[in-house]
């Protein structure tokens, strides 16, 4: 398996991140759990602050990455934390299929799933009855007609494939006949700087990315919720688990 570039070169960046390490959506994901489990499951684990959480309310947490140098700095984290309860594996969750699970979390990064359909009907058959699918992502404007906001985040991160709406997430649990859904939208006030992170406003892809905040009209950067005057992002983020019976 060949390592996603962007989270490659930018792995060690991720390791740093404070809102990784303590966002707020980490506080709400972890309250929507709410009970110890025995089996999970961390999809996309990146460097590892779910897993390394869920770990204190599971038994045995199984985190999985696609990318080597994202799997390295959460295996060095666990270890820091003399944590015991880890298993990594390297694997696409498309190709993965180990055992069933009583918890699946999947924490800011379905946005990166092309068959985001088809990783709802995959973690259902992957859950136990009674088992919790647990997601905290970045969600799309309601009334972005033109899809700018996605746009703007391909430019920044060409890994990107589209944050939902949260109507859309809704849909995709009801649809997959996922019951009990709770939900919670977090949103955070960032500055240009901290939306860019780990790029820089300097970098070719920043300038790229204020470029194209110049192109929009007043009312397009309303719709993604960007204060031209302050240059600050108001990002929302939806943290959403249901169960299946």
Known sequence: MSDNPFFKKFAEDY??????????????????????????????????????????????????????????????????????????????????????????????????????????????????????????????PANDRKDNFNVLERIRDPTHIGALKVEEMIKLFEENNFQDIKYKIITEELTFEEWLYPITKESEVGKKCLEFLNSLSTEELNQIRLDANRLTLSKQRIVIAASVQ
């Open 15 to 140: 390791a740093k991140s404070k809102s990784h390490e303590k966002g707020q959506d980490l506080t709400e994901l972890l309250g929507l759990i709410n009970t110890h489990r025995d089996t999970c499951l961390d999809v996309a684990t990146g460097t590892g602050f779910t897993a390394a959480s869920i770990s204190q309310i599971c038994a045995h947490v199984t985190a999985l990455d696609e990318t080597r140098a994202m799997i390295e700095q959460a295996q060095s984290l666990i270890e820091s934390r003399a944590t015991k309860n880890v298993k990594f594996v390297l694997s696409t969750f498309e190709d993965f299929d180990d055992g069933k699970f009583d918890l699946i979390t999947c924490r800011r990064a379905l946005h990166h799933f092309k068959d985001k359909e088809a990783f709802f009907k995959k973690a259902r058959t992957m859950l136990n009855p009674g088992g919790i699918l647990a997601i905290a992502d970045m969600v799309s």
